[in-house]
């Protein structure tokens, strides 16, 4: 049976498409590092090898075997630290290079809508680098192109519902499709079972295209009263993540992608799904579903 490899598998994205390969009968093999969460995928039934973007060596020896290789690493939410040279660029451009030695057949590389773009954040710019080193490999592959995660947008509705607050980057106005990360995984399961021929990259989000006035306006029904909304300026918050970029570049590259984001949005149309017939997650569910998790959480 076929092997399959998940890089940045303790991450939400990457313990996502873990649990959803594993539940429909996939061998998976999950790389984690030395320090690790790896309690989020107890009991999935995946192979947990240790590794690291950095080494490797260890790349070589965890993609052995392997038919696909699934990556999701990233740097900016971990535990170790925002390094986007070494995790997000030579990281990766270090396992499309053990795949390439172990005659890994398909990998599949989670990037962006936006990644291509002139103007684009440092974080997306360097998932276009991996594309483009990714289809010079010789390499079978698809990129996912997923717009922006609805799990983002968890702060703004934990903090609504503490608060009565919503707090929105100024002036909220633009659309973006935003998908759950159980429907990227559901994407990403997909194109392992049946690759698309021939390599493509795939650009998808979730059923409507919101902006963040939007995703409050149904916040409000949720919680079933009005919120005060706070529109934040970017340009003071992008100032101060400037300077404090020489001690952790980590909010400067988060509020570049909040800032592009908000001026640009993460749109998809849905011609994806003719090709991919994925139920997807509404907003509105989402929101009801996180506040409901919240309230029992509270509640114990």
């Keep these: 049976m076929a092997v399959l490899l998940v890089v940045g598998a303790t991450g939400q994205l990457g313990r996502a498409i873990v649990w959803r390969l594993c539940a429909a009968g996939v061998l998976v093999r999950a790389l984690v590092r030395p320090a690790s969460n790896v309690t989020v995928l107890r009991d999935s039934g995946a192979e947990l090898v240790v590794g690291d973007l950095r080494n490797a060596e260890s ?7 392997c038919d696909a290789v699934v990556t999701t690493a990233s740097s900016l939410h971990t535990s170790t630290g925002f390094d986007p040279e070494w995790t997000d660029r030579n990281g990766n451009l270090n396992l499309i290079e053990a795949a390439r030695q172990e005659n890994v057949g398909h990998v599949v590389f989670t990037s962006t809508i936006g990644a291509d773009a002139l103007d684009a954040p440092r974080v997306f710019r360097n998932k276009r680098l991996i594309e483009e080193r990714l289809a010079a490999s010789g390499l079978r592959h698809t990129i996912l192109r997923p717009a922006g995660f609805m799990e983002n947008l968890l702060p703004l509705i934990l903090w609504a519902r503490r608060t009565g607050i919503a707090v929105i980057p100024r002036p909220g106005t633009t659309k973006t499709s935003y998908i759950a990360i159980r429907d990227i995984a559901e994407m990403a399961r997909l194109v392992v079972v ?3 021929r021939p390599a493509s990259a795939i650009k998808f ?3 409507e295209d919101l902006s963040i006035l939007d995703c409050v306006t149904m916040l409000q029904e949720a919680l079933g009263r009005r919120l005060h909304v706070w529109r934040v300026p970017l340009t003071p918050l992008r100032w101060i993540g400037r300077m404090a970029r020489p001690f952790n570049q980590a909010p400067d590259a988060l509020l570049g992608i909040v800032e592009f984001v908000e ?4 749109r998809a149309d849905k011609s994806f799904l003719s090709a991919y017939p994925i139920t997807l997650t509404s907003f509105r569910s989402f929101s009801r579903e996180q506040l409901e998790l919240e309230r029992l959480k509270q509640s114990r």
């Design 59 to 65: 790349l070589r020896r965890a993609c052995q075997g």
């Design 194 to 196: 049946s690759p698309p």
């Design 205 to 207: 989000g979730g059923p």
């Design 263 to 266: 001026q640009k949005g993460l």
